[in-house]
């Protein structure tokens, strides 16, 4: 019997602790925000290997063999390295995409995977896809993520997402926190993850479609605080559509400062744990 997604990834996940970083918190008054979004990997979640599906593809070939050899699946044998293989279609998918305009192209995980797997979209894949991506990338929620969503709710504030994800992505984060998104205080109609829509972040196009439909609800971007780890791909392109930014420096693995990049926007706050986030907005 195949495992539910929920469950596979519960079962596959252990709990990580952050490396502190030695970054000094910056506290600043964000007066004003009736809203707030997340990015996901490294920011609301530890992420294992810094970001999602960064880590080096040789290394896991032993483990995506294992993975398939447990869910009975025999892999091409035109290709020793499948991993290897992974990479190159992943990155044709991004090829093809920018030949078409896109600058920031996103791949639908699951189409990879029955590329290199000569197989259809079904469950069994999407478990190879959960599977290898627990393996690669472990994540664990971060330490003060739950009690600030609640916090946050419970005063009202419109909660969203803007993540470069996977369909694994939002059922991970369920998975982990025991509870789905809308129960955690988010509002579906404010949260964009890349897969669905084949661009990805540092382009403005996921932070676009948040920033439209916050306006819809007369919520201007100056009201609204967006929250990652990445000043290159999460706070240079929130603040270029006008949202206040706070740079979330918790944790070594995944702190992109992009120091080399001058002309890169500042955020508006710099936070070392969840829990600060409330001290912004009093």
Not at 105 to 124: G, S
Not at 225 to 242: Q, T, V
């Amino acid at each position: 019997m195949i495992p539910s997604p929920s469950s596979l990834i519960r079962s596959l996940s252990h709990p990580l602790a952050p490396i502190e970083t030695g970054v000094a918190p910056h506290l600043p008054c964000l007066a004003g925000i009736r809203a707030v979004a997340f990015d996901i990997y490294g920011t609301l979640v530890v992420s294992g290997s810094g970001d999602i599906g960064v880590s080096d593809a040789n290394q896991q070939e032993s483990a995506l063999r294992s993975i398939l050899r447990d869910l009975e699946i025999v892999p091409p044998e035109e290709h020793p390295l499948l991993t290897e293989r992974f990479v190159e279609l992943i990155l044709r998918d991004h090829e093809r995409a920018r030949s078409l305009g896109i600058k920031h192209p996103e791949i639908e995980v699951r189409d990879i995977w029955a590329q290199l797997l000569a197989r259809e979209r079904d469950e069994l894949l999407e478990s190879v896809a959960i599977a290898y991506e627990c393996t690669s990338n472990p994540v664990w929620p971060m330490p003060g993520a739950r009690d600030l969503l609640a916090n946050l709710h419970q005063h009202d504030l419109a909660l969203g997402i803007v993540s470069n994800a996977q369909f694994y992505t939002p059922i991970m984060v369920e998975a982990l926190f025991d509870d789905d998104l809308e129960h955690l205080g988010f509002d579906q109609e404010l949260c964009f993850f890349s897969f669905q829509f084949g661009e990805a972040k540092p382009g403005l196009s996921l932070y676009g479609r948040l920033r439209d439909a916050l306006t819809r609800r007369k919520i201007s971007p100056s009201e609204v605080l967006y929250l990652g780890n990445d000043a290159l791909k999460d706070i240079h392109p929130a603040a270029e559509l006008g949202f206040r930014t706070a740079l979330f420096a918790g944790d070594q693995r995944s702190l992109r400062l992009h120091d080399n990049k001058t002309a890169l926007n500042p955020p508006d706050a710099i936070i070392t744990h969840l829990s600060q986030v409330l001290a912004l907005l009093e």
